[in-house]
């Protein structure tokens, strides 16, 4: 299966195409640039134009198009699923959405993975893996909720994302490890991204909505 993937829950935009060869072309961003500020309505088109264009494939040969739900921002969330029904309904595609949660968790290199995505407002986007498996669905916490949480659970996962660098002292404190800095683990990787979406089942682009989690930070009054 040949796939056209890309993330946009945090502040840095990553695209993939892969292949039905298994040939992977990847834009992944650098992880200071998790902490910049967001430029998906500039970044995301030029990024999926330069991976399809590396792997010589058109709209013609992708068989669905993966983009990672979140949670996340909630502007590039919207970025990035306006811009997967888009493509997908004009090349007459069906869209494989992936928690954006599960793709980071895909590249951390540990039997227990922490995925951390920034949810501003001072909290965190979290959830835990174990090889691969869900044991903590995703949920939004405090950092120090999430401290309080580990501890209670006795165990000591390694983090990446980037709620795991902005939060990194009160994260070591409770005995959670968090990746080195210059980690690429810290970037939602769309190669991630496309590969959970081929075990996902694709649905018609008008059927994809991003999982914010939480409400909104403005309320109608």
Not at 38 to 48: D, R, S, T
Not at 83 to 93: E, V
């Amino acid at each position: 299966m040949t796939l056209l993937g890309f993330d946009t829950s945090t502040s840095a935009t990553s695209a993939c195409v892969l292949r039905g060869d298994g040939e992977a072309f990847e834009s992944l961003p650098a992880p200071e640039r998790l902490l910049e500020r967001p430029g998906h309505a500039a970044e995301l088109m030029p990024a999926v134009a330069a991976v399809m264009d590396r792997a010589g494939v058109g709209f013609g040969d992708l068989e669905a198009i993966a983009v990672g739900v979140g949670p996340g921002t909630f502007t590039g969330l919207r970025i990035g699923i306006a811009t997967a029904r888009a493509l997908a309904g004009t090349a007459g595609l069906r869209v494989r959405p992936v928690s954006s949660l599960a793709a980071l968790a895909a590249g951390i290199d540990d039997r227990l993975a922490l995925a951390l995505i920034d949810a501003r407002r001072g909290e965190l986007f979290a959830a835990l893996y174990e090889d691969g498996h869900e044991l903590w669905p995703p949920f939004a916490a405090t950092p120090g909720d999430l401290a309080r949480r580990v501890g209670a659970a006795g165990i000591s996962p390694l983090a990446a994302g980037d709620g795991s660098v902005r939060f990194r002292e009160e994260l070591e404190a409770s005995g959670v490890r968090v990746a080195p800095p210059q980690s690429r683990s810290h970037a939602v990787s769309a190669l991630h991204v496309c590969r959970l979406a081929t075990g996902v089942a694709g649905v018609t682009p008008e059927a994809v909505f991003p999982n914010y989690l939480r409400s909104p930070d403005a309320k109608p009054r």
